[in-house]
């Protein structure tokens, strides 16, 4: 057993609720609604990435990687999102580079979160904490980018109506 186990437990209980909401469909949801819930999810998620443990890397079987129709079917879920395309600046602190605007995705977002804590899942419920511990953080400056954009496009967006 991991000497961060309890931590390592904590976080992968998130993972299961971020995972399992993208598994959901949500279809039935008034968008305002929806959106202060993607919202949530986001901002829970990207919280508990600050608390996975800084754990040594350890050797574990290969991880999964979540196909096309799962992507599919995470987009088919998160239909209710008020809209899909958003512009984003890739290096907003780079004062002196390139500012061109590039479009981000809200479903490539909570696809690519998904894919990176369903893989940690898959490798911690086998019984690899730490080596799911060691991905999860290694992965969090990609799926905690994902967050943080799709979270800055969903609150700036204004609501119709």
């Known amino acids: 057993m991991s000497q961060f186990q309890d931590q390592i437990d904590s976080f992968a209980k998130s993972a ?3 995972v399992s909401w993208c598994d959901t469909p949500h279809g039935h949801e008034l968008a305002a609604a929806f959106k202060r819930n993607a919202l949530k999810e986001l901002s829970t998620i990207y919280v508990a990435g600050f608390s996975i443990p800084d754990v040594e890397f350890v050797d574990s079987p290969e991880f999964p990687h979540v ?3 799962a992507r599919k079917a995470i987009a088919i879920n998160l239909q209710s999102l008020p809209f899909q395309y958003y512009w984003v ?20 977002d909570f696809q690519d979160i998904y894919a990176d804590l369903h893989n940690g899942l898959a490798t911690y419920n086998e019984g690899y ?6 991905y999860w953080r290694q992965m969090f400056v990609h799926w905690g980018r994902h967050a943080v954009e799709a979270m800055y496009a969903l609150q700036t967006h204004q609501d119709e109506g």
């Open 16 to 18: 299961e609720r971020f």
């Open 67 to 69: 196909d096309n129709k």
């Open 89 to 108: 600046v890739f290096n907003p602190s780079d004062l002196e580079g390139d500012h061109s605007p590039n479009c981000g995705d809200l479903f490539d």
């Open 129 to 134: 904490a730490d080596a799911a511990a060691f």
